[in-house]
T-cell receptor, first 113, second 111 residues
Framework: DAGVIQSPRHEVTEMGQEVTLRCKPI?????LFWYRQTMMRGLELLIY????????DSGMPEDRFSAKMPNASFSTLKIQPSEPRDSAVYFC???????????FGSGTRLTVV | SQQGEEDPQALSIQEGENATMNCSYK?????LQWYRQNSGRGLVHLIL?????REKHSGRLRVTLDTSKKSSSLLITASRAADTASYFC???????????FGPGTRLSVLP
């Protein structure tokens, strides 16, 4: 397995634009997580899915953020409209069981100017 | 301290020395995990220790867990320059419903 695959690796966009981040989890993993990492706040859980269903989105900062998982092999995190304070590295992770080890993707470094 | 807080924040050692990082937490846990993050990369799962275990080994890694003190330590023996990374502990509680990462320890191994 190629691991958790995220795209793009880097994204630079202007304030107000829509940004879509993509993730392909490891096949067979029932849980998918979206995290945001910044120097100030460290790793923050934004949302997680179980069997494609959003379970906890309490970490999503605002209505500008939305996430979907239309099938077991694909998830998106969308920010619309983007703001400079959204600049961060966004990670997707998947796991077989909640509470066991997570496999992280390489992340998307988002810069909003 | 917050749930899952590493100590020290930063550590610098010479190649060949041992590196010890600690993690303290507040709530009773189901398990505790250690992860490594190289610069510009995602986190990599290193080791998981369950609440009824006291020590685990994996290669040059040794993890201990003291539930009475609510603390864990990660020991890297005979460190190498390639061990330079940030190390995070993650505490799992509420039967896996809560999974919290600490702020991490930045380890620098100097050649």
């Amino acid at each position: 397995d190629a691991g958790v695959i995220q795209s793009p690796r880097h994204e630079v966009t202007e304030m107000g634009q829509e940004v879509t981040l993509r993730c392909k989890p490891i096949s067979g993993h029932d849980y998918l997580f979206w995290y945001r990492q910044t120097m100030m706040r460290g790793l923050e859980l934004l949302i997680y899915f179980n069997n494609n269903v959003p379970i906890d989105d309490s970490g999503m900062p605002e209505d500008r953020f939305s996430a979907k998982m239309p099938n077991a092999s694909f998830s998106t995190l969308k920010i619309q409209p983007s703001e400079p304070r959204d600049s961060a590295v966004y990670f997707c992770a998947s796991s077989l069981l909640r509470g066991n080890g997570y496999t992280f993707g390489s992340g998307t470094r988002l810069t909003v100017v | 301290s917050q749930q899952g807080e590493e100590d020290p924040q930063a550590l610098s050692i010479q190649e060949g020395e041992n590196a010890t990082m600690n993690c303290s937490y507040k709530t009773s846990i189901n398990n505790l995990q250690w992860y490594r993050q190289n610069s510009g990369r995602g986190l990599v799962h290193l080791i998981l220790i369950r609440s009824n275990e006291r020590e685990k080994h994996s290669g040059r890694l040794r993890v201990t867990l003291d539930t009475s003190k609510k603390s864990s330590s990660l020991l890297i023996t005979a460190s190498r320059a390639a061990d330079t990374a940030s190390y995070f502990c993650a505490t799992v509680f509420n039967y896996g419903q809560n999974f919290v990462f600490g702020p991490g320890t930045r380890l620098s191994v100097l050649p």
